[in-house]
Structures are given as structure tokens and as C-alpha cells.
């Protein structure tokens, strides 16, 4: 595995996951796309790792075998720079302390106290706070700045101002595999976009939750004069860090207010719900607003999280099923609880069979979610004419309150 030079004395050293494990954090899918866990080395007269991998797929032996293009082994490093405990980052920590006893681990008080937790360290170890600083020599400095919640408690990022590359581990990160290239000057247009969607679900399923850290860490590095955005996971931002900054600045708007565009998320048992909802997305055509379309359950929840938590305004249409929301919805409503899909405009429609009941349920979930929903829309069985009608006139105002916005 080769090494990939920041600068000099900077390198990068990245594994490639696409296949084991299926699903990151155990829940989101990767098979495919991938994602990549990277790591770097500073070299100035001590020698400095910042963040490890995870043992999957043998990763951690890639970035081993990496390091041995520089004509290095893990013994030679003096620090071990943690940013982040999640196992992502840390999974070969263990192996990492009993191949190099000597190695001083720098990360957060909080993260010191993961460390003993997961990992049963305490012992060379060293805990940082904002703005501390650890020389390396040879002219780099390392600085840590705290940013908590992007994406754990205890997250730092590492700055090397000798260089100008921030450290930034999962901020500025994506899903998406590197294939043999790091930089953003290697890579095409198209395979710029597949990574801006991973990137986006990426930040959906992993950090949504946390935008307003996200902001406070954005303004908190602002002052920092950066050439290079150097995360733990996707491409290393060499070219045009500033490209990277304003999507995540832009993610993080989307908790307050989405793009002028409509996110339906929908399911059907015999085609009754189908049939009003293809009236609703007459109505949305009409008005030229653009939509995406998801079913549930075919599709995966991560896929809908991130263009729901892009879009301003929501269809969702679900049968009740057994006088409550259909099953594999009422998940997906709960994952935007959790996620903080907040402040959409959101349009509900659904058949039933004898009475309804999703609508009550329904109800209670989305209390937290600060929504402005429009007036739902029920029916018996199949819809009438009528009912096709109003559908249509929702679907209307749905895309009228989005545009408007
Ligand atoms: Fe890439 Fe939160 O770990």
C-alpha cells in the first residue's frame, strides 16, 4: 500500500472498506460505495500518527504497510494522536499499544477516559485541551482544538500550521472509497457528485444530529489559515479546502431550512395509498417543484434521511395498518426524530381499511419534529374522485408553501 505526501513532511495513508463490514456504525449500508479510513503522519524530528483505523477488512495492516513506504513501523511512532475514540478510528488501538508501548496517545479528557473504557488504557497517555499545543520539531507544532459533538463528546481536531492542514477526522468526512487517489484534484466531476451524495448521507446519518456543534466548530476554526482539509474518512481537500467547508456550513443550514424541494416517502399494502399519492405528485409536477421518491420499506432508511433532511418540504404517504402507522414508516419517522429532520413542511396522506389510526399515532411522533404540516388527507379503501381531487389540490400546496419559502 503506498503513501500518499500532503506536503514534505505530511502524509496520508487510507484503507478502502466496501465489503465488511455491510453496514457502518452497524446500521448504514456501505457495501459498494465504501467508505475509507484515513490516517496521517507528520514527520518533524518526533514522529506523529493522527488517528488510526478500525481492524475491518485489515485495514489497519494497509495503513501499516503504507507507513512502510516512508520506512517506518508502528515503533517508530512517538504520538498517537486520537481525535476521536469512536471504533472507527480506534478498533486497532490495542494491537497499536502492544506492537509500541512507548508511543504517547494525545487525546481529550474525554477521550482519555474512552480510552480506559474501550480499550483499557491509561497508561502513556496524555490529555489536551483547547489550544494546547505538542512540538514535534523540525518546525511542527501541533495544535488541538476541541469540537465537541462533531461527532462524539470528546472530539478534537489537530491543527499543523507549519503545513496549513487541518486534521479534522470526521468533520469535512464522506462515505465513498478512494480507489487509489486521495486528493481533490484527482478526481473526475462525476465521482466529485457520487461523493457530494455520500457525503450528504453521510453527514444525514452521522452527524445531522449535531449541526449546531457543526456551526460552532465552522466559526471556532474560522481565524486558522487552512490549505488543506485532511479528514478521516473521503477525500483530502488540497486543491480547494474551501469547497468542503461550505458544503458542510450548508448541511448544517438544512436543520433550519431545507432546498426548495420535496422529499415523498411512501408505502402501500394493495395500491390504495398508491393511487391518491400519484394524485398528490400531479400537483407537485404542476407546480414544477423537483422531488425525490422513496418506497418504504425497499429502500434503504440512510437514502431517505439524506433527502429528506435536504429538501424543505415532505409527502408522506402511509396506510394505517392494525389502527396505527404502517410498521416500517413508523421507523422512519422515529430515525427523523432522531435525526433532527426538523422544520419541514410536510403533507401526510393515507388510505385505510375500516377506521383510521396511523393518524393518531402519527401525530405524537412528529410533536417533537417542529414540522408545519398542511392538512392531512384520509380515505376509505380505494380513493374516489373526490378524494383524487383534494389530493391533487395538497400536492399543490405542498409545492406552493415550499417555493414560497
Ligand atoms: Fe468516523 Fe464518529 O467516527
Sequence with gaps: MKIFPVSQSVFCAYADIDSLPELFEGIWPIKGSGVSLNSFVVKGEKIALI????????????????????????????????????PDHTGFLREFRCENPRCEIVSTVKGVNLMKSFYNISEGVRAVKDGDALDLGGGHILSFFETPNVHWPETMVTWDAASGVLFSCDAFGSFGKLSGRVFDDEFTKDEHAAFEKESLRYYATIVSSFSLFVEKAIEKLKPLDIKCIAPSHGIVWRKNPRVVIDRYAKYASYAKVGEKEITIVWSSMYGNTKAGLDAAIRGIEQEGVPYSIHRVPDEDVSYILA??????????????????????MAYVIDLFRRKHIFNKTVLRIGSFGWVGGAKKEYETAITPLKWNSLESHEWAGFPTETDLSILEERGRQLARRVLSF
Excluded at 429528506?308 to 418540504?313: C, L, R, T
Design 51 to 86: 488517528d488510526l483505523t478500525s481492524d475491518w477488512t485489515n485495514a489497519s495492516r494497509q495503513v501499516v504497510s503504507a507507513l512502510g513506504s516512508l520506512e517506518l513501523s508502528l515503533k517508530d511512532i512517538d504520538f498517537l494522536i486520537l481525535n476521536h475514540l469512536e
Design 307 to 328: 433527502d429528506a433532511y435536504k429538501s424543505a418540504g415532505l409527502l408522506i404517504a402511509m396506510p394505517t395498518y392494525e389502527y396505527a402507522m404502517f410498521p416500517p
